[in-house]
């Protein structure tokens, strides 16, 4: 069965930059996007880009270009999200999520985030 | 790119139906037929119930389903039941590969 099992939660000061894993397993790692999608406290779900495992090409939502690095690591079927320059508005839930179409069709189990000086 | 619009709550009886709007532009919505629908309860992740405006994923029970018009696309929840009380959010792709979320909605089984 699929399964996409996240890194534990994070503390970090506003400035400093947090990197979330995804392990991916169940399937053939390579074949499928994987999306981040993140969540306020209280908030909605946002996209912020995509991953391709295969060729590591990525798309990132404009809002957060230049501040967030998508990468994998094919021999350990890991995808990783990197955001730099903490701000307190970055705490979040940070789900990786796997697509076989235009569609999100399994999500880890969340990184909590939180962003405090 | 902007979220898609949903209303902040809907709310039905037991058995009865509810339906959440989920407005964007010829950008988004209006121009692929690629809107999903998430269900999520408190602390979980979400769950794909509907793709490709009306597609259902197998397990999905045929009580949901989804349409669009326009920029503006449904899900409708028929025979309400108790399971169905969670936050619901559309998404669609918005062109070049990236997507975009709506506000989300909150069903409330009365």
């Known amino acids: 069965q699929v399964q996409l099992v996240q890194s534990g939660a994070e503390v970090k000061k506003p400035g ?19 999306h981040w999608v993140r969540q306020a406290p209280g908030q909605g779900l946002e996209w912020m880009g995509w991953v391709h495992p295969n060729s590591g090409s990525t798309k990132y939502a404009q809002k957060f270009q230049g501040r967030v690095t998508m990468t994998r690591d094919t021999s350990i079927s890991t995808v990783y999200m990197e955001l730099s320059s903490l701000r307190s508005d970055d705490t979040a839930v940070y789900y990786c999520a796997m697509s076989s179409s235009p569609r999100f069709d399994y999500w880890g189990q969340g990184t909590l985030v939180t962003v405090s000086a | 790119q902007s979220a898609l619009t949903q209303p902040p709550s809907a709310s039905g009886s037991p058995g009865q139906s509810v339906t959440i709007s989920c407005t964007g532009t010829s950008s988004d919505v209006g121009g692929y037929n690629y809107v999903s629908w998430y269900q999520q309860y408190p602390g979980k992740a979400p ?62 089984v009365l």
């Open chain 1, 16 to 34: 400093a930059s947090v990197k979330v894993s995804c392990k991916a397993s169940g399937y053939t790692f390579t074949g499928y996007y994987m």
């Open chain 2, 47 to 108: 769950k794909v119930m509907i793709y490709e405006v009306s597609k259902r994923p197998s397990g999905v029970p045929d009580r949901f389903s989804g349409s669009k018009s326009g920029n503006t696309a449904s899900l409708t929840v028929s025979g309400l039941q108790a399971e169905d009380e969670a936050d619901y959010y559309c998404c669609s792709h918005a062109g070049s590969d990236i997507y975009v979320f709506g506000t989300g909605t909150k069903v409330t």
